[in-house]
């Protein structure tokens, strides 16, 4: 199967194999993949050899490794409007998928000055500082920090950002939200992306900085988020 002699890199012949299996849709969407070990007798090549493959595959988002329980052929990703403003929860949702968030900060301060450039504010207004993990059906997709004007949303809880801070804008605020000005661009994890979102150091993220804005054309979010490259694609 696998051609030693070849001038192609055997872990590329292995990417290959596995490309094809997944296109004639012999190793299903969302299904685990046989293990390291099965993979090494199968391909007759050392287990570095099938490592680098299958890391190389997971990089580009192919497959996907679970923590603690293999790795699995990809889903498609998730693709998100740039255009418009689509709450995290509601975009999983049209997906099939199901949102859960892991809040990392959450707490109420003043805003630095580029914060209190893009919101409006004055340096003296309190801001909420919302840091979460955004993960799909269990898997983590992005990193969200926002950074909203307290007094447009005050009262918010750690509950409310659990589930969907727009759902507490929309519905308990009773705001209608407008749409978002934003930049992205390239960046490669750093430990701290790499451990929060369960991807290697180094491998692709989107980075996003975004001011949302109301109907009114009142900004009410700051955010800076780093999507998984791999599991999230941006569209205009
Ligand atoms: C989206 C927004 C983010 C917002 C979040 C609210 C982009 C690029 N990002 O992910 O700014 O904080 O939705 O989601 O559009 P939630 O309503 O589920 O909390």
């Known amino acids: 199967m696998i051609n030693k002699e070849s001038p192609i890199p055997m872990y590329y012949q292995i990417q290959e194999h596995i490309r094809e299996n997944i296109k004639q849709h012999k190793w299903a969407k969302g299904e685990a993949i046989p293990s390291e070990r099965i993979l090494t007798e199968q391909f007759g090549v050392s287990r570095m050899t099938v490592r680098q493959a299958v890391q190389g595959l997971v990089d580009e988002g192919i497959l996907m490794r679970k923590r603690g329980s293999g790795t699995y052929v990809s889903n498609e990703k998730v693709e998100q409007p740039l255009k418009e403003i689509t709450s995290f929860t509601k975009l999983m949702e049209q997906r099939g998928m199901k949102a859960s968030s892991k809040i990392t900060v959450f707490t109420v301060r003043k805003p630095n000055e580029i914060e209190a450039e893009n919101l409006k504010i004055s340096l003296g207004f309190d801001v909420y500082h919302i840091e979460r993990i955004r993960l799909g059906d269990q898997i983590p997709i992005a990193i969200e920090t926002s950074i909203v ?5 005050e009262g918010l809880t750690e509950a409310d950002v659990q589930h969907s801070l727009y759902e507490f804008l929309e519905v308990k605020k009773g705001y209608s939200l407008g749409d978002g000005q934003q930049s992205v661009e390239a960046i490669a994890a750093s430990k701290r992306i790499s451990k929060l979102l369960d991807v290697a150091i180094d491998s692709p993220i989107l980075q996003i900085e975004r001011v949302a804005t109301l109907k009114t ?14 599991r999230f694609k941006f569209y205009l």
């Open 149 to 153: 004007p307290y007094y447009m949303a």
């Open 217 to 230: 054309g009142a900004p009410f979010e700051y955010v800076r988020s780093q999507y998984v490259g791999s």
